[in-house]
């Protein structure tokens, strides 16, 4: 069983969707996924701050079961979880929002000891065992470099958009209670990662092509479409993502995930028409 966490509310299924048919299509073995999702309703901070709804999940559910009966999606609700610890801290307004959060809650909650946790602007381009097969050992987790980070920050500042989870040692050491105290006491300025990467007590570094925040490589395991930089026609940045197919074909001429985008399509068409 591969496990895999995603963390987000109802407005990021499509990323939910596009990153899971990835993993799944891309994968030579036909072993069962199990796909777990952190999800909580925060409508209070902003309208929609709602949930990933139980139509989205079992819809999601029916699609990895096509490529195998036993795969699965377990949706978890960490509303209460998060009211306790997290409710009006000073990283409740994060740099993205507060779903970036709760995966600081993976070690209160019922997950497998091995997990990849996952942002849902990732397409897998090579089969997914080429990262979660990584003995992960004695280590809380597995995470690469961040592109811009490596060179502003540090030559080892990791991104946290994907993560390879050793829950087992991070129950351990307590890596992630830590995490909690800083966002609930510390406005930290990457809120989460921040967070976590002063918490570490042991990372394992992993290659840059399994997170590949601004190129894609034959060997590129992981293309993760994070805000990047763009120097013509003039300095910018924009922040496109995977199901944006348009953009992806006319801005990184990317034709290589047109299999999965395009079933994406359909199966996004067949949702919204309520077929599931």
Not at 186 to 208: E, G, N, W
Request: proline residues 4%; positive net charge.
């Amino acid at each position: 069983m591969v496990n895999i966490l995603f963390c987000g509310n109802y407005s990021v299924f499509d990323g939910m969707l596009t990153c899971a048919l990835s993993a799944v299509k891309r994968t030579d073995s036909k072993e069962p996924f199990a796909f777990y999702i952190l999800t909580m309703n925060v409508a209070h901070l902003k309208e929609s701050y709602v949930p990933i709804s139980d139509a989205q999940a079992d819809f999601l559910e029916k699609v990895v079961k096509e490529y195998n009966p036993e795969s699965k999606v377990i949706k978890i609700d960490i509303t209460e979880l998060y009211n306790a610890e997290f409710a009006d801290c000073p990283n409740e307004d994060a740099y993205c929002s507060p779903y970036t959060l709760i995966r600081l809650f993976a070690d209160k909650v019922d997950l497998p000891d091995k997990i990849l946790y996952l942002d849902v602007d990732i397409m897998f381009n090579r089969d997914i065992h080429l990262l979660y097969d990584t003995d992960v050992n004695g280590f809380e987790y597995a995470a690469a470099r961040d592109h811009y980070g490596k060179y502003l920050i540090s030559p080892n500042y990791i991104n946290a958009g994907v993560l390879l989870f050793n829950l087992a040692e991070m129950r351990k050491t307590g890596i992630l209670e830590r995490a909690r105290a800083l966002i609930k006491t510390k406005k930290l300025v990457f809120a989460d990662q921040s967070a976590l990467i002063r918490s570490t007590t042991k990372k394992k570094m992993l290659p840059q092509r399994f997170n590949d925040q601004k190129f894609l490589h034959a060997h590129t395991v992981v293309r993760h479409f994070s805000k990047r930089l763009f120097w013509l026609p003039y300095p910018h940045t924009e922040n496109i993502k995977q199901w944006q197919i348009g953009k992806l074909h006319k801005k990184f001429g990317y034709y290589c995930f047109d299999d999965i985008l395009f079933e994406y399509i359909y199966l996004k068409k067949k949702y919204e028409r309520g077929d599931n």
